[in-house]
Every structure is written in C-alpha cells, then in structure tokens.
C-alpha cells in the first residue's frame, strides 16, 4: 500500500474556488449519493406516497358524496374528485418535501459530512445534491398520485400547453418547499424535530382551499386561507387542469414560489456554511 | 503578512503561532504554537477535554479559530482553506463514512468528489480496499462494519485524494489491540512514503511508538514539546519497587532503606533510582545487610505515562514538572489509564 502510487488527484492543484462546473459535477455526486440512499431504503419514499393515495381515497369514497353535496347541492362524487385532485396533488407535494426534511437532518448527524467539509468540493454541493434528489422525488409521487387519480375516473381537460405550465407550477412548488424543507432539516437537531417543525407543509393544504373553497370559511379564517401559499397554488392547478378561472391566483402562486425558493436556498445555505463552532 | 514561502516555511507541514480558540467563556486554545515538519508524524497528546479534537477542527478547516496565523501544506488556513483542503485528508475521532450504503461504494463517492476518471476511481477503489483488507467486505453496508473494519475504511476513503498532509484524530480508540498495531503499520507505511501525519492520542505508548515529535496539550496550552526521549528526561520517575508478603520483613526493610517511600497496604517500598546497575547493587546490598528479603523486585523506568501525570496532573500545570510525588501518583493510576 502506498499513497504516492496514487496519482495525485486534480483537485490536488488547488484553485483559488471551485468553478460552476465543478459545482454542477459534485452536486451530481451528490445526487447519486442519495438516490442510491432512497433505492436502499425506501420506506421512507413509500411512507411518503403513501398518505396522498390514501387521503384521495378517503376524501373521494368515504366523504366525497356528503362534501359533493355540501358544494354543488346535490351528491356527486365525480364532481368531487374533480374538485379534489388538484388539492391532493399540492398536498402531495408539500408531504413529499417534508420526507426532505427528515432525510435531511438525518443526513447531518452521520459523520461524512463532517468529512465533506473538509474536502476540495463546492460547498452547495450537499444542499444541491439533497434539493434535486427532493424534488425528483417529488415529482415521481406527483406522476404517480396524478396516475391513481386517472385510474379511479379523474378526467381533466387540460391542453398540452396547460398540461406543461401544470408541470412547470409542480416543479416551482416543489422546489420551493424542497429548500423550505432543506432549511427545516438542517436547523433541527433530531429528525423527530425536523418532522414535527415540517408538518404545516403537510397541514397547510386542508387550512386552504384543497378538500372545501375557501369562501365556505369564517371569515377572519378565510383571509389567512386564500393568501397562505397552498391556496393560489392550488386554485392555479385547478385552473390548468379543469378551466376554472385563475384570476389573481396565479400570480400569487409565482410570487410565491419564487420567494420561497429564494428564501429557502438563503436560509439553507446559511445554516450550512455558518462555523459550527458558533 | 507575507505570503512568499521562504525556505523554512515550505519545509513545515503545518506551522501555526498564537493559535487561539474559545467557546463562548472557555478558552479551548490559549495560543498553541505547532511546527510539524513535512514527512513525519507529530502527535499531540492530552487528558480528555485537552482541546486536541478542537486543534484538529480547526487546522483541517472544519470550524474557525479566534486568533493565530496558521499554515497547513504551505497554504493559509484563513484566506486559502480550499486549497489547504485540496492538500488534507482527515479522519476525525467520529467514523465519517456513509453507513448506508457499502464500503466500495464509499470509496468510489470519495474517487468522484476528488473528480478522477471512472477508470482511474475504480483503480484505486480496488487498490486501497485490498490494502486495507477490506476486499471480502467491500460489497456490504457499511453500517455491518465492524468498529476496526469502519476504522479502516475511513482511513482508506482519506486516502484516495492522495493528502500530503493527515490528520487522524484518536484513530485507534475503541480498537482491540490486532487493529491498533494493524493502524501503527499503517501510519508507518503513510510516513514513510512521505506524507505528513498529525495524529492525536491519549494512549501513550501510541505516541512513543509512532511520533518523530510529541507535543502535551493541557488546559488550551502545550505544556511540553519534544521527542519522546526529551519529554521522559523531563521526569525523574525511575524507581525499584521491592513487594514484601511477610508484614514483619516489610517493616525491618522500612526501617533499614530511610530513604523509600512506603506503602503500608500493599507492603511495597519505592526507592528513587535510575535504574542504573550501581545504584540497584546498592539496594541489593542493604537488604543482605539487613537481612532481609524481597517477594519481588521490579525496576521502573520513567516512561511517558509519568511525563503525562507530571505535566498534565495539577489544573495550573507547571512547563516544568515539579517533583517526585508526581511521577509516583502515576505510576499507581497507570494501570487504570491503560
């Protein structure tokens, strides 16, 4: 054994930073790192699938006629499950980057990233590694819960174009709540923790306008409901998929996402660059 | 400050001066001065709670110091820690590898965050897994590891990067005595082709074995620095031990060597002696005079457990060790250090 017979390695002649397409190759690694963790052990990716399955199936089957009723007058738990999806689907979303934020904070208690920190790699390359592998995450339960919708009669009338700007509002959203969720991971000391502080990304969606309309609220309720984030994005997916009006919603979707998205990757990055000695 | 390294600077690994660090009201580092020249191992030995882990955080860039200038593999730890990083390979006293997934795929993650080729990764993936015997279990999880196994692959993921400078921080705590002297080969072997090893132990003989130099860190200050022949030098801990079974022969010997320190509950005397044949002739020689006879005679040399209780044992530790009663306090609580 000898270590000069290893060939010293190209990132043994120090650069004064590391370049954007080391950053790109190293967040790769990065990646593959926990894809290769998610294929290992997928409990947690099931777990996560799981629960927007089985909220669809209660909603529509166990309350979808009473709800039906309650909203259009009459029973129809078709119309119901049309009315649903798209809250399921966001829900989906958000319950999917909460599993981010426990697989996250695990992730920080194991030693390897204490050796990450002392090696010649970009410094995002962890976050970028956990927000991509999160988001792809996210939008496999997303195809896949938007499959089981299909399956049990749920036809939008989408065009291709809204069908796209569907799939582009999933990917926005998801990658807001992902850094969300990558900042709740890394400042909670227990994954217990990180789970407990996520849950709103799971509770939010039933405080809007996913399983009732937000005007059936009382009315100090019903502010907070039609402007807390889940709503727009919500009634913006509704509009893509079923042509109901979008109105004011779909800008407040946007803005919401690309705020959270910035305000995300600035507290994450904050949290992981800071000297944790202090 | 000047960032041109002259001669002398090139030819030191790490050079640190006034190296500080506190936590909030403690003062972990009250300014450590270190000089661990390229290609050899330096050891910086402690008590628990020394501040060797701190000193290893921050000379391998994981958290930031409060004060000092400090250099590793010629480059400033303060304004140039990627490429100082570039040059390191770390193994901390917690195991940093993945347990998730297996020990192979450890190592070809450290080949591709060190961006070598698919071929070339896979090369020394093969090369370090044999070498450190970990071939049979190269295809498990590294969570099945044993604590030896997961010491070895650790040190074999810090190594693919080929670092002129490592830190091994407590590399063989916990490790049964086959996987000690299994990681003394490997230190050796590390040295010996060059590279620069800091390594950090509270097993002395660890130390004696290994360092070219050793320095003792206690309460945030190096209270000693040297080899480990000049550290023992230190120390007047040599001694002859003479164990007595009969109470009544104990007490005639007590009686004729004024001189030995007693010890009434086992029957021991301690006389001071350097272990020199004159001077042990002369102990022999009072006991016939006396008439008396020992069950057991041993002969102490000072070793580097008595430098550690002398410099380490009182809180406002001295830099120079006063005293016999020190040395005689270690060797009584060797055996529960060991």
């Given amino acids: ?278 | 400050m000047t960032t041109t390294a002259t001669a002398p600077t090139r030819d030191l690994a790490i050079a640190a001066t006034g190296l500080r660090k506190a936590y909030g009201e403690k003062t972990v580092l009250d300014g450590i001065d270190l000089a661990v020249p390229a290609g050899t191992v330096f050891s910086l030995l402690g008590p628990n709670g020394a501040g060797k882990t701190t000193a290893v955080q921050i000379l391998s860039t994981l958290i930031g110091a409060d004060g000092g200038d400090v250099r590793v593999a010629g480059y400033d730890l303060a304004t140039q820690a990627h490429a100082v990083r570039a040059a390191i390979g770390v193994t901390g006293q917690f195991s940093a590898v993945d347990n998730l997934i297996t020990g192979e795929e450890n190592m070809l993650l450290m080949a591709d965050l060190h961006h070598l080729g698919r071929r070339e990764g896979r090369r020394i993936t093969a090369e370090l897994l044999a070498a450190f015997d970990l071939v049979e279990a190269a295809g498990k999880p590294a969570s099945t590891y044993s604590g030896g196994m997961r010491r070895r692959l650790d040190i074999a993921m810090t190594l693919v990067g080929g670092p002129r400078v490592i830190f091994l921080d407590e590399p063989t705590t916990g490790l049964d005595p086959r996987s000690r002297h299994g990681m003394w080969r490997i230190i050796r072997d590390l040295v010996a082709d060059g590279v620069t090893v800091f390594l950090t132990t509270q097993y002395l003989d660890e130390a004696d074995e290994l360092a070219d130099r050793i320095a003792v860190l206690d309460g945030g200050r190096l209270v000693a620095q040297g080899t480990a022949e000049e550290l023992k030098r230190l120390v007047p801990g040599g001694h002859v031990r003479l164990r007595f079974t009969d109470p009544a022969a104990y007490g005639s010997a007590a009686a004729a060597l004024r001189e030995a320190s007693r010890d009434d509950a086992s029957l021991t005397l301690r006389i001071p002696s350097d272990g020199g044949q004159r001077q042990l002739r002369a102990v022999l020689d009072w006991l016939d005079t006396a008439g008396v006879e020992a069950d057991e005679l041993t002969v102490h040399t000072p070793d580097l457990d008595d430098v550690f209780f002398a410099l380490t044992a009182s809180p406002t530790s001295p830099a120079s060790p006063s005293a016999p009663a020190a040395p005689a306090a270690g060797a009584d609580s060797k055996e529960t250090v060991r």
Wanted: with cysteine; charged share 10%.
């Fill in chain 1, 1 to 278: 054994m000898s270590a000069p017979s290893l060939s010293p390695s190209p990132a043994a002649s120090p650069s004064p930073s590391p370049s954007l397409r080391l950053t790109v190759r190293d967040s790769a690694t990065m990646l593959r790192r926990n894809l290769l963790h998610a294929r290992r052990y997928p409990s947690l990716t099931l777990n996560v699938l799981l629960t927007p399955v089985v909220l669809l199936l209660l909603f529509v089957y166990v309350l979808g006629d009473t709800l039906s009723a309650g909203l259009a007058g009459h029973p129809d738990r078709g119309q119901y499950l049309a009315y649903v999806v798209p809250g399921i689907l966001m829900l989906t979303v958000g319950g999917a980057s909460l599993g981010t934020a426990v697989s996250v904070c695990t992730d920080m208690t194991e030693g390897i990233i204490a050796r990450f920190r002392t090696m010649a790699i970009s410094r995002g390359a962890v976050l970028f590694g956990h927000v991509a592998g999160g988001v792809l995450q996210v939008m496999i339960s997303v195809v896949l819960v938007t499959g089981v919708a299909l399956a049990i009669g749920f036809r939008p009338d989408a065009t291709p174009v809204e069908w796209l700007a569907a799939l582009g509002l999933a990917v926005l959203v998801s990658l807001a709540l992902t850094w969300l969720a990558v900042g709740i991971g890394l400042s909670s000391p227990t994954p217990e923790g990180a789970s407990n502080v996520g849950l709103p990304l799971l509770m939010l969606p039933f405080l809007g306008s996913a399983f009732v309309p937000v005007d059936s609220m009382p009315g100090w309720f019903r502010w907070f409901a039609e402007y807390q984030p889940f709503t727009p994005f919500i009634e913006t997916l509704r509009g893509l998929l079923l042509g109901s009006a979008i109105g004011k919603d779909g800008w407040l979707a946007l803005g919401w996402g690309v705020a959270l998205v910035v305000l995300g990757q600035l507290w994450s990055t904050a949290l992981f660059t800071r000297d944790p000695s202090r």
